[in-house]
């Protein structure tokens, strides 16, 4: 009576969900991350707001492996 795409299919939107949300929230708490703890000086913290907005999870990334351990080195948060 059921095809066996049924399953394939409902695990394949649930994958999606599960992931789909944790990249959302990891998203979320970049942007959160930056606004609030890049130093008001310079552009710096207006760019990488703008990056992590307009290229979503891969500018998410980009942030958390390239900017956020130096700006933690440079200034303790």
């Not at 979320?28 to 992590?52: H, R, S, Y």
């Not at 958390?64 to 700006?71: G, L, S, T, V, W």
Request: glycine content about 6%.
């Amino acid at each position: 009576m059921f095809d066996s795409n049924v399953g394939l299919f409902f695990f394949l939107i649930l994958f999606l969900l599960i992931f789909g949300t944790i990249f959302t929230l990891f998203w979320l708490w970049m942007l959160i991350d930056c606004a609030l703890n890049e130093p008001p000086q310079g552009n710096d913290k207006l760019v990488w707001v703008i990056i992590i907005v307009l290229t979503s999870v891969f500018g998410a990334l980009l942030y958390f492996f390239i900017r956020r351990p130096k700006r933690r080195k440079e200034y303790g948060k």
